[in-house]
């Protein structure tokens, strides 16, 4: 496989340092607090009502708030406290308590009762539906549900220390992969680091500093979305207080055309997003990959009238929306066509993966040669870079990292296998210690040669459906948590805490200060916003829209395992294996046509990747962004508009998540104090 030039650029955007500090402090868990009660109740609300979340903004926002109070204080932020208040506020903003409020709309939802999946949820996801119409968390019933999600919670913050460290060290200290992306996630922290630095209390630049390219770019993606900002969020967010249907200048979530437009395509979901925060994506992926997912969904646009044509997607009806249209083609086609995809994306990367160990092996019997026969020193050999990390990096012992690996899969072993006792043990243990530990080291690898993520699809569906002919039935298991995780997110995070010269003890610490902060925000908050109004309901109008073509795809899923229910009989006849298997095989041939055209890896990805695209609302303006980067901007800044991109998108997040803040607080506080009769 050809090396990719487009990769190589972004590899070359930040080294990491040689030397390392502790970024906990009391201003870090001030920040954590302010996370957790200011922002995570918006960034629950914005969920609900346009279908994102704060997310970036939120983090952006507590970071450029403590920078500003530090410098008004005569002192300053270094990188790595930077990191870590950043690190803390992604944390905090997740709210798993929000799952509890898909989950009381699924269990009553008409898809659940049509699919006979009601029935059979057990108490420990939900109580009974009279339980549920009362709209209270804080009642016994509940206790249950929420023990479930602390728990949750408990092991998986203690499991980020475990096999995803460990394939870090393989990967990242032993291999030394590059890591392609992980810069991108660290150029903003050291942007703001030196505006924290280089500028005085004043505002001016210190003496010396020069100023920062990085803060100007990040001050100009500021008031872009400052001002977008207030048109997509702030005026829908202000006019719900005193309307009942709010004020949507921009469609929150997408504009439909599939009507309009089913004459000429028929069968085809089009959509189109008005968030311009997607233009900014595509200036910041890599082009090739944004250019091969367009040209996927593009193809699927020319095979839907041909498939609609030659009888193979029966379910749609002239006058369906793009919803319905993409709920009906994947039951009709594209859950086996997805399927087959995923298949060909796992096997590329397998292939690519052991093809590169297979070299690297070669490579590295050649310099051991070499070495040997110029008595070198031995000091870079695998197995010293593995057992000897680079001193001030805080890293723990890697029996220690095993340990916990060992401890939290096992856990979720018991765990699953006492509230699942019909499900065959041997599958649970073949989840955590055989195909967990594959899939992450694939994954991780990948991630490190080319920042594409690796994943075999349907692994735990085929699982539980093959369960069936071990006596299991029911839906319970797909509720257990069960130990099948990708590791390869957190190897990515460690390497951009790399990149910051942040220790990696503090995000130790930082977990200690996250956990209690997000459990009390998150039930309370979660509590409020079901008060305010049913979930969904016209208040937020992104659940009212999409959350029954989810609750229709949970569906048809989770009843494939109910045996000979109705159900299940409709899953089985959304599987087709022509389709699976076709799929599958023009995936590999499509890659392998374009790495033997010398085609950028990017592009054979996204490509494959693109196909089969439903609502695909963001790729058109991420395309236009792409475009507009590469052949405006690099033209006129050259490769350092590489460096420019993530500076610029990140400043435009914080000022999405400035005016945000403001017209959700006007929301919350208007929600709090009345409610208008009408």
Same mark, same amino acid.
């Given at each position: 496989?050809?090396?990719?030039?487009?990769?190589?650029?972004?590899?070359?955007?930040?080294?990491?340092?040689?030397?390392?500090?502790?970024?906990?402090? +009391?201003?870090?868990?001030?920040?954590? #607090?302010?996370?957790?009660?200011?922002?995570?109740?918006?960034?629950?609300?914005?969920?609900?009502?346009?279908?994102?979340?704060?997310?970036?903004?939120?983090?952006?926002?507590?970071?450029?708030?403590?920078? !500003? /109070?530090?410098?008004?204080?005569?002192?300053?932020?270094?990188?790595?406290? #930077?990191?870590?208040?950043?690190?803390?506020?992604?944390?905090?903003?997740?709210?798993?308590?929000?799952?509890?409020?898909?989950?009381?709309?699924?269990?009553?939802?008409?898809?659940?009762?049509?699919?006979?999946?009601?029935?059979?949820? $057990?108490?420990?996801?939900?109580?009974?539906?009279?339980?549920?119409?009362?709209?209270?968390?804080?009642?016994?019933?509940?206790?249950?549900?929420?023990?479930?999600?602390?728990?949750?919670?408990?092991?998986?913050?203690?499991?980020?220390?475990?096999?995803?460290?460990?394939? *870090?060290? +393989?990967?990242?200290? +032993?291999?030394?992969?590059?890591?392609?992306?992980?810069?991108?996630?660290?150029?903003?922290?050291?942007?703001?680091?030196?505006?924290? !630095?280089?500028?005085?209390?004043?505002?001016?630049?210190?003496?010396?500093?020069?100023?920062?390219?990085?803060?100007?770019?990040?001050?100009?993606?500021?008031?872009?979305?400052? %001002?977008?900002?207030?048109?997509?969020?702030?005026?829908?967010?202000?006019?719900?207080?005193?309307?009942?249907?709010?004020?949507?200048?921009?469609?929150?979530?997408?504009?439909?055309?599939?009507?309009?437009?089913?004459?000429? %395509?028929?069968?085809?979901?089009?959509?189109?997003?008005?968030?311009?925060?997607? @233009?900014?994506?595509?200036?910041?992926?890599?082009?090739?990959?944004?250019?091969?997912?367009?040209?996927?969904?593009?193809?699927?646009?020319?095979?839907?009238?041909?498939?609609?044509?030659?009888?193979? /997607?029966?379910?749609?009806?002239?006058?369906?929306?793009? +919803?319905?249209?993409?709920?009906?083609?994947?039951?009709?086609?594209?859950?086996?066509?997805?399927?087959?995809?995923?298949?060909?994306?796992?096997? #590329?990367?397998?292939?690519?993966?052991?093809?590169? /160990?297979?070299?690297?092996?070669?490579?590295?019997?050649?310099?051991?040669?070499?070495?040997?026969?110029?008595?070198?020193?031995?000091?870079?050999?695998?197995?010293?870079?593995?057992?000897? $990390?680079?001193?001030?990096?805080?890293?723990?012992? @890697?029996?220690?990292?095993?340990?916990?690996?060992?401890?939290?899969?096992?856990?979720?072993?018991?765990?699953?296998?006492?509230?699942?006792?019909?499900?065959?043990?041997?599958?649970?243990?073949?989840?955590?210690?055989?195909?967990?530990?594959?899939?992450?080291?694939?994954?991780?690898?990948?991630?490190?040669?080319?920042?594409?993520?690796?994943?075999?699809?349907?692994?735990? !569906?085929?699982?539980?459906?093959?369960?069936?002919?071990?006596?299991?039935?029911?839906?319970?298991?797909?509720?257990?948590?069960?130990?099948?995780?990708?590791?390869?997110?957190?190897?990515?995070?460690?390497?951009?805490?790399?990149?910051?010269?942040?220790?990696?003890?503090?995000?130790?610490?930082? !977990?200690?200060? #996250?956990?209690?902060?997000?459990?009390?925000?998150?039930?309370?908050?979660?509590?409020?916003?079901?008060?305010?109004?049913?979930?969904?309901?016209?208040?937020?109008?992104?659940?009212?829209? @999409?959350?029954?073509?989810?609750?229709?795809?949970?569906?048809?899923?989770?009843?494939?395992?109910?045996?000979?229910?109705?159900?299940?009989?409709?899953?089985?006849?959304?599987?087709?294996?022509?389709?699976?298997?076709?799929?599958?095989?023009?995936?590999?041939?499509?890659?392998?046509?374009?790495?033997?055209?010398?085609?950028?890896?990017?592009?054979?990805?996204?490509?494959?990747?693109?196909?089969?695209?439903?609502?695909?609302?963001?790729?058109?303006?991420?395309?236009?962004?792409?475009?507009?980067?590469?052949?405006? *901007?690099?033209?006129?800044?050259?490769?350092?508009?590489?460096?420019?991109?993530?500076?610029?998108?990140?400043?435009?997040?914080?000022?999405?998540?400035?005016?945000?803040?403001?017209?959700?607080?006007?929301?919350?506080?208007?929600?709090?104090?009345?409610?208008?009769?009408?």
């Amino acid at each position: 496989m050809q090396e990719d030039l487009e990769l190589n650029q972004y590899r070359d955007l930040l080294k990491p340092p040689s030397t390392f500090a502790d970024g906990f402090s +009391v201003r870090s868990v001030l920040g954590c #607090i302010f996370i957790g009660l200011v922002m995570m109740p918006a960034s629950m609300y914005l969920s609900l009502l346009a279908g994102g979340d704060l997310g970036g903004a939120a983090q952006w926002v507590t970071v450029i708030l403590f920078v !500003e /109070l530090a410098r008004r204080s005569f002192t300053t932020l270094k990188q790595p406290e #930077i990191f870590i208040l950043f690190y803390m506020a992604g944390a905090a903003i997740s709210s798993p308590f929000s799952g509890l409020l898909w989950t009381q709309y699924y269990v009553n939802s008409a898809p659940a009762h049509a699919l006979q999946i009601s029935e059979h949820i $057990p108490r420990w996801v939900a109580p009974p539906p009279g339980i549920i119409e009362q709209r209270n968390f804080f009642l016994p019933a509940w206790a249950g549900p929420i023990a479930m999600i602390v728990l949750g919670q408990v092991l998986g913050r203690i499991d980020k220390f475990g096999l995803g460290y460990v394939l *870090f060290r +393989v990967t990242s200290d +032993v291999e030394r992969l590059p890591f392609p992306m992980a810069p991108v996630g660290a150029l903003g922290i050291t942007a703001l680091a030196e505006s924290s !630095e280089s500028v005085n209390a004043a505002g001016a630049p210190a003496a010396g500093s020069g100023g920062s390219w990085r803060w100007r770019v990040f001050s100009i993606g500021g008031m872009i979305g400052l %001002l977008f900002g207030a048109l997509y969020v702030g005026i829908p967010a202000l006019s719900s207080i005193f309307l009942k249907n709010p004020l949507q200048l921009l469609p929150l979530t997408f504009a439909d055309f599939t009507k309009r437009t089913e004459i000429f %395509l028929p069968a085809t979901p089009v959509t189109l997003s008005f968030d311009i925060g997607n @233009l900014l994506v595509g200036m910041v992926l890599p082009f090739f990959a944004v250019l091969g997912s367009f040209l996927g969904l593009i193809l699927t646009w020319i095979a839907n009238p041909i498939l609609h044509a030659t009888g193979q /997607l029966p379910s749609w009806r002239p006058g369906m929306n793009a +919803v319905q249209t993409a709920y009906a083609n994947h039951v009709d086609v594209y859950l086996s066509i997805g399927i087959g995809l995923s298949l060909a994306i796992a096997a #590329i990367g397998f292939y690519h993966v052991f093809s590169g /160990l297979r070299s690297k092996n070669a490579q590295r019997r050649t310099l051991t040669a070499n070495a040997a026969s110029q008595d070198s020193d031995i000091s870079t050999s695998p197995w010293r870079r593995l057992l000897h $990390p680079p001193a001030g990096r805080g890293d723990i012992p @890697l029996w220690a990292g095993l340990a916990i690996y060992l401890f939290s899969t096992s856990t979720y072993i018991a765990l699953s296998h006492y509230l699942v006792p019909n499900f065959p043990l041997w599958i649970l243990f073949g989840y955590g210690f055989v195909y967990t530990p594959i899939i992450s080291y694939v994954a991780a690898r990948m991630e490190g040669i080319a920042g594409q993520w690796v994943e075999i699809p349907m692994v735990r !569906e085929a699982t539980f459906i093959a369960a069936q002919s071990l006596g299991y039935r029911g839906v319970d298991i797909w509720f257990a948590p069960i130990p099948i995780n990708n590791y390869a997110g957190q190897v990515v995070n460690f390497r951009v805490q790399e990149l910051t010269g942040t220790k990696f003890t503090s995000i130790i610490k930082a !977990e200690l200060v #996250i956990f209690p902060v997000v459990i009390i925000s998150s039930i309370l908050f979660a509590q409020y916003l079901w008060r305010i109004a049913p979930i969904p309901s016209a208040a937020y109008p992104y659940a009212n829209q @999409l959350w029954e073509l989810q609750a229709q795809q949970t569906a048809l899923m989770q009843s494939s395992t109910l045996g000979d229910a109705v159900g299940g009989q409709n899953f089985y006849d959304a599987l087709k294996w022509h389709y699976i298997l076709g799929s599958a095989g023009v995936g590999i041939f499509t890659y392998s046509l374009l790495s033997l055209a010398g085609a950028p890896i990017m592009l054979c990805y996204g490509l494959i990747r693109g196909l089969g695209a439903g609502i695909a609302a963001g790729l058109f303006p991420q395309m236009i962004g792409a475009l507009i980067g590469r052949y405006f *901007f690099e033209k006129r800044f050259g490769l350092a508009w590489r460096q420019y991109a993530p500076v610029l998108l990140a400043g435009f997040l914080c000022g999405v998540g400035l005016i945000s803040m403001f017209a959700l607080g006007c929301l919350l506080i208007a929600k709090a104090v009345f409610q208008l009769p009408y």
